[in-house]
């Protein structure tokens, strides 16, 4: 989900675009949104130490580049 600003703004910037919509699978209620906000170089053991806490089944994480994103995942792939 995003605001009615962004969808316009595309709008205005992309050529074409296409709107997706995904019915949810599940309820809301069993969804839990946690925020952390880690530094770059906390950031590998702060969410090993977030997975051994919550054991989640799925998660989204965010980095800054995708350059950061694909490192935390190639660390993660490693560990397990």
Known sequence: TYPFEIED???D????PTKIVVE???SESII???FYESNY???YQNTLRL???YK???VLIFCNT???CDELAEKLKKNN
């Open 41 to 43: 170089n906390e950031k």
């Open 9 to 11: 703004l595309a709008k």
């Open 13 to 16: 910037i992309l050529n074409k």
């Open 56 to 58: 989640p089944n799925s």
């Open 51 to 53: 997975f051994d806490k």
């Open 24 to 26: 949810s699978t599940h």
């Open 32 to 34: 839990e949104q946690v």
């Open 66 to 68: 995708k350059l950061e």
